[in-house]
């Protein structure tokens, strides 16, 4: 039986009432990294597009902004916490700002990780130190908190032969009064909070694995509605060893009863690009010569499965921000350049060399926006015969985290939200006027 397989995480009745310019929430409103305005400029001058404003008192972090109306909202590393912020838009001076956890750090760059989700008049965060909290929207006021460390007995998986992680990387989903995250754990690794009250609703049994770095996505699948979630392994020592390797699952969202589970054989244990839904398919890809594969998903009464179509090295990508477009899956090659993979056959289109480690895209009017480790920014038209660049300019200045270690880059994922093109490299935030005018 073949079974549609629908995004609707965008919808009103789970984020609320939003623009067609709005980015709520990791990867926009469908977290698949496209936003849905038009009237946007085509190609940008010499130069790049105007520059609206810029800041740099937001702290360190790779947490990309989450823009609803006239408000960005953000976290940052500031003053050894972990920090929320709401700025005004148009000017980028900051509105509010709450404190809500200790700071994060290691050697690869302190501070959080994670994109605010916005709904209604809440703004749910998940802080690298793993505390999850929701904020008034209005002034920042905490709602409620709870540490996934402390309170649910939460791991995150650790990097390849090294005693350490990354932090809480993922940015939480919300759906209806329900935040899903992934605590990882005995406890049960993917766990429903509800958003009202910060209790926990359910938490997934049988399954132990550790937190991966990848944020989940929300699906209805068969009349099914589920999540698919990227896990961590289960760690047979402290140096990162694993006895049994991230899976790649299907949980049902009324009671976290799992659907499916599959294995994309991945040896390493830095797992952080978002899966990229399409039909009654899954695309997964990772860095750290994992790959990429294609997944379908097939269901037989109440047996869901997920099988191979494909697994190769057409794509291998560090840390996300991969755009599907027209059947393309557009994105980053750990230290190759940019890519083109056809997604039904995981066939490498064209490759675009340069200089960078990683980098991430969004699209928004049939157009990508891409954001190198370098900071060099493209604008390019979606095409599978090859590279298409129609502007292009490198971020002025360099955030003082960065150049103080040269293996802190710039990660964070580019947002085009009201006709603004939002960029961050670590404490600095940009916003460019990226609107067409007559």
């Known amino acids: ?141 905490i709602r409620w908190s709870l540490d996934l460390r402390k ?81 961590g392994g289960v760690e047979i020592s402290s140096g990162g060893l694993m006895k049994d390797m991230p899976k ?26 978002t899966p990229v839904l399409s039909g009654d398919s899954i695309f997964v890809t990772c860095g750290y010569a994992a790959g990429c594969s294609l997944f379908k998903l097939t269901a037989t009464k109440d047996t869901f499965t997920a099988k191979t179509v494909y697994a190769n090295k057409s794509m291998n990508n560090y840390h996300g921000g991969v755009v599907l477009f027209d059947g393309v899956i557009y994105g980053h090659y750990e230290l190759v350049g940019w890519v083109a993979v056809e997604l039904a056959s995981g066939k490498l289109l064209w490759e675009q060399k340069n200089r960078t480690n990683s980098g991430a895209m969004a699209e928004a009017n049939g157009l990508l926006y891409a954001l190198g480790d370098d900071a060099r920014v493209f604008l390019l038209k979606p095409d599978r015969d090859g590279w298409e660049s129609t502007g292009e300019f490198d971020l002025p200045g360099k955030s003082k985290a960065r150049t103080a270690n040269g293996r802190i880059t710039t990660c964070s994922h580019p947002v085009v939200a009201n006709g603004r093109l939002y960029l961050r490299d670590q404490e600095r935030l940009y916003c460019y006027d990226v609107t067409a005018r007559p």
């Open 248 to 273: 790649l699952i299907g949980v049902k969202a009324d009671d976290g009863t799992i659907l499916w589970d599959v294995k994309p054989n991945y040896t390493t244990s830095v797992i952080a690009p």
């Open 151 to 231: 309170d649910l007995g939460g791991i995150v998986m650790r990097g390849n032969f090294v005693d350490m992680d990354w932090g809480y990387s993922e940015s939480p989903i919300v759906d209806g009064d329900r935040v899903i995250v992934a605590p990882g754990g005995k406890g049960g690794t993917v766990a429903a909070i509800d958003r009202k009250t910060g209790k926990i609703a359910w938490r997934t049994s049988g399954l132990t694995h550790a937190a991966s770095y990848a944020s989940s996505v929300i699906f209805e699948f068969g009349g099914v509605r589920a999540y698919v979630v990227f896990t």
């Open 1 to 141: 039986m073949r079974i549609r397989l629908l995004v609707i995480l965008g919808l009103g009745a789970t984020l609320g009432s939003l623009s067609a310019g709005d980015w709520p929430q990791w990867r926009g409103p469908n977290r698949d990294g496209r936003g849905k305005e038009t009237g946007l400029l085509a190609e940008w001058p010499k130069g790049g597009p105007t520059s609206a404003w810029m800041i740099d008192t937001i702290g360190v972090g790779y947490s990309s902004p989450a823009v609803v109306g006239d408000r960005i909202y953000i976290l940052g590393g500031l003053d050894g916490k972990e920090v929320a912020f709401a700025l005004d838009a148009t000017t980028g001076k900051i509105v509010w700002q709450t404190p809500f956890g200790p700071l994060f750090k290691n050697a690869w760059g302190d501070g959080p990780r994670s994109t605010p989700t916005v709904v209604g008049e809440d703004v749910v965060a998940l802080g690298a130190q793993g505390v999850l909290a929701c904020f008034d929207r209005t002034n920042g006021a």
